[in-house]
């Protein structure tokens, strides 16, 4: 069955200005419209724009308290259709319904968080001696435009539309094109829990409505997620007046160590690799290991790679899903043969041939990688791992750190002096001690740094994100 979803804005649900639609296939069956979508135009950006900047003081006026009851009843609709909704996930994305049921039970558990943080926007008073009373207050920083990509269309905008109305701000929200409907259920869920319409939008479409969007002057902060490149692009379209948050690419790296548990370790990088078919910008894609216990690692962790069942994530006994769409089917068959070229050993017997008729991609493992291979460089986004070998600590930290990115590093050791180490010298937002490079908790800042994240603004979850949704005025009182 075909969905058709729409827009919401101006309080109402709308078709876009000029009629135009767009189409999302399901990855694992090509030929099935998962839905149809509006094609958003600058006008309908300033329309949604306009209206929330306009009637956004309702929702910015109610009581902390009630804004966090809102959030709540949001939390419970989705928890209610969480099978269904993890089914339509399913179709849209195209991991499996095992991963969809972590994110479909993550993205309440987001919103009832930051109906707490609602309670907790609390201002401070500073003494000064003269009798002046000098307080400061935090206000909701206005119109928020959110804008997210495709590999987690609910558990990341879960993490911004919740903080962002829990400080009381209006939300214009524009999900990636890939995913729709899933920005359509999270939208419908905040409505109907009595987010008002003069507080959020909902806008469908591609870049082109993106970049409407972000460069629109009612538009007071910019909360982005996806790719390097477009948040660079986003970054120099923004007004200096406007706040800018973006979490980027990454190229995680695991470094194992002789003292590591070389078994629960390769099930630590599989995990990391090829969880959610190598789609999460945590996904482990560097192993460095020292040379000392490199053909163990990479036969362990080849022997787990053949055993991938790969297919329709709704079908059980699916471990990986397909990729989401034909420009993630390039780009692993594009690295492929980048491998080929190179001096690196696919290790793994990986066809690229499409199963079926869906984006259907095995594990690929490439041993012999050189620290400034394109495999070892760029962010593949895929199911394709990259073996360096070193011969030392120290080797290890330089190959690591000689990356643009920053977002999630792991270490696999036995010894907790180079576990500390390796927490202070590796240039990563997160580190993971004997743990996959993805996989965060939900109360813990989030964020990269080099080319991961911007670094004025980076957390991505916890409740340090409430300050990007805040602005704090200081007021002195004689
Ligand atoms: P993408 O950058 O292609 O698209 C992300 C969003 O930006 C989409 O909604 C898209 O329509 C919109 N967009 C595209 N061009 C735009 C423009 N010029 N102006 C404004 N908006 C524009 O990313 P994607 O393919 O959806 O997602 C994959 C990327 O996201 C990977 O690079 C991955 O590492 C990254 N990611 C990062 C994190 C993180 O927390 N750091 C989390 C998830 C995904």
């Not at 195209?94 to 201002?123: C, D, M, V």
């Not at 690591?400 to 977002?407: E, V």
Request: aromatic letters at 6%.
């Amino acid at each position: 069955m075909t969905l058709t979803v729409q827009n919401f804005v101006g309080g109402e649900w709308v078709e876009s200005s000029t009629g135009r639609r767009f189409e999302r296939h399901n990855p694992a069956h090509l030929s099935e419209v998962v839905a149809t979508a509006p094609e958003s135009s600058a006008d309908d950006i300033d329309r949604a724009v306009s209206y929330v900047a306009e009637h956004r003081h309702e929702w910015a006026a109610l009581a902390p308290d009630k804004r966090a009851d809102v959030l709540i009843r949001a939390a419970a609709i989705l928890e209610a259709n969480a099978a269904t909704l993890a089914e339509e996930l399913v179709r849209e994305e195209g991991k499996t319904l095992a991963e969809a049921t972590i994110e479909t039970s993550r993205t309440p558990q987001n919103l009832r968080f930051y109906a707490g943080e609602s309670l907790r926007l609390t201002g401070e008073t500073y003494p000064t001696g003269d009798g002046t009373l000098v307080y400061s207050s935090r206000e909701p920083v206005g119109v928020v435009a959110a804008i997210t990509p495709w590999n987690f269309p609910l558990n990341i905008p879960s993490r911004k539309l919740g903080p962002a109305l829990a400080a009381g701000n209006a939300v214009v929200f524009k999900p990636s094109e890939l995913t729709p409907v899933m920005g359509q259920r999270l939208v419908e869920a905040l409505l109907e829990a009595g987010v008002p319409g003069g507080a959020l939008a909902l806008v469908h479409g591609h870049a082109e409505a993106g970049r409407a969007l972000v460069s629109h002057r009612g538009v007071n902060a910019v909360t982005f997620t996806g790719s390097t490149a477009v948040g660079q692009a986003i970054h120099s379209a923004v007004a200096v007046d406007v706040r800018c948050q973006l979490e980027m690419g990454g190229k995680n790296a695991m470094v194992v160590l002789p003292d590591a548990d070389i078994e629960r370790t390769a099930g630590i990088i599989v995990k990391g690799a090829f969880g959610l078919s190598g789609q999460a910008c945590t996904g482990t894609s560097r192993v460095i290991v020292h040379e000392s216990v490199q053909l163990d690692l990479l036969d362990r962790v080849m022997e787990r790679a053949r055993s991938a069942v790969v297919g329709d994530g709704l079908t059980k006994g699916v471990t990986m899903g397909p990729l989401a769409s034909a420009g993630q089917w390039d780009k692993y068959l594009e690295f492929l043969k980048e491998g080929d070229a190179s001096d690196a050993r696919l290790e793994t017997p990986t066809k690229g041939q499409l199963l079926g008729k869906g984006y259907f991609a095995r594990p690929a493992v490439f041993s012999d990688v050189q620290p400034h291979d394109r495999m070892a460089q760029e962010e593949i986004f895929g199911p394709v791992l990259a073996f360096l070998t070193v011969s030392s600590y120290d080797e290890a930290i330089t190959v690591a750190n000689d990356s643009p990115f920053g977002l999630s590093a792991g270490i696999a050791t036995s010894d907790i002096g180079t576990a500390l180490a390796f927490s202070r010298d590796v240039h990563a937002g997160v580190v993971k001690v004997n743990q996959s490079t993805n996989g965060m908790a939900m109360n813990a800042p989030f964020g990269g740094t080099k080319l991961s994240s911007t670094q004025t603004h980076k957390e991505q979850a916890g409740a340090t994100m409430m300050h990007f949704y805040t602005t704090d005025k200081t007021v002195y009182f004689s």
